[in-house]
T-cell receptor
Framework: GQQLNQSPQSMFIQEGEDVSMNCTSSSIFNTWLWYKQDPGEGPVLLIA???AGELTSNGRLTAQFGITRKDSFLNISASIPSDVGIYFCAGRRNYQLIWGAGTKLIIKP | DTGVSQNPRHKITKRGQNVTFRCDPISEHNRLYWYRQTLGQGPEFLTY????????KSRLLSDRFSAERPKGSFSTLEIQRTEQGDSAMYLC???FGSGKNTEAFFGQGTRLTVV
């Protein structure tokens, strides 16, 4: 099925580093969402974006809704061990969410 | 626990058997969704209920799949004559209304393994 283009696929980072990931689509969305999923669990909503150009923060997380409505990025500042997991972007089209394939965040030992 | 509850958490079944999963949404949430997620991928939409009415079904939902929400509360997803390709995490989510600040909450999922 249709999926968004999410990159990078995975990231190895040192604790304390900033992280950036993004998501693009060939079509427009009116809502962009960012989720985090831990192994064996369901996705948990981190940030929701409803307006083109909107920049929203949730603690150390900041996300932006691209002005073209075809992209979004998520930044994590000063990463900590509990940030490991898979981050997904999703665009909402009516009641249906279209998802990226995820960015796996791994903390270097 | 007032979140979305899914049972069972794990199911191993032999090919050809029927399986049924249950989802209990957050109380008073009128919208319920089923998604399927395979390893290394994001979830894919399967079906959507508003109250007891099933309003949309994905083409991914073959004739072997059926979902119900008889009283507009809990929902069941049944897979008949399971195939190995059905092995996946089945996620349920619920929400109230639509639009801003009404995003769906997901359950922990049911992991199906068909052997």
């Amino acid at each position: 099925g249709q999926q968004l283009n999410q990159s990078p696929q995975s990231m190895f980072i040192q604790e304390g580093e900033d992280v950036s990931m993004n998501c693009t689509s060939s079509s427009i969305f009116n809502t962009w969402l960012w989720y985090k999923q831990d192994p064996g669990e369901g996705p948990v909503l981190l940030i929701a974006l409803y307006k083109a150009g909107e920049l929203t923060s949730n603690g150390r997380l900041t996300a932006q809704f691209g002005i073209t409505r075809k992209d979004s990025f998520l930044n994590i500042s000063a990463s900590i061990p509990s940030d490991v997991g898979i981050y997904f972007c999703a665009g909402r089209r009516n009641y249906q969410l279209i998802w990226g394939a995820g960015t796996k965040l791994i903390i270097k030992p | 626990d007032t979140g979305v509850s899914q049972n069972p958490r794990h199911k191993i079944t032999k090919r050809g058997q029927n399986v049924t999963f249950r989802c209990d949404p957050i109380s008073e949430h009128n919208r319920l969704y089923w998604y399927r997620q395979t390893l290394g991928q994001g979830p894919e939409f399967l079906t959507y209920f508003q109250n007891e009415a099933q309003l949309e079904k994905s083409r991914l939902l073959s004739d072997r799949f059926s979902a119900e929400r008889p009283k507009g509360s809990f929902s069941t997803l049944e897979i008949q004559r399971t195939e190995q390709g059905d092995s996946a995490m089945y996620l349920c989510a619920s929400s109230f209304g639509s639009g801003k600040n009404t995003e769906a909450f997901f359950g922990q999922g049911t992991r199906l393994t068909v052997v």
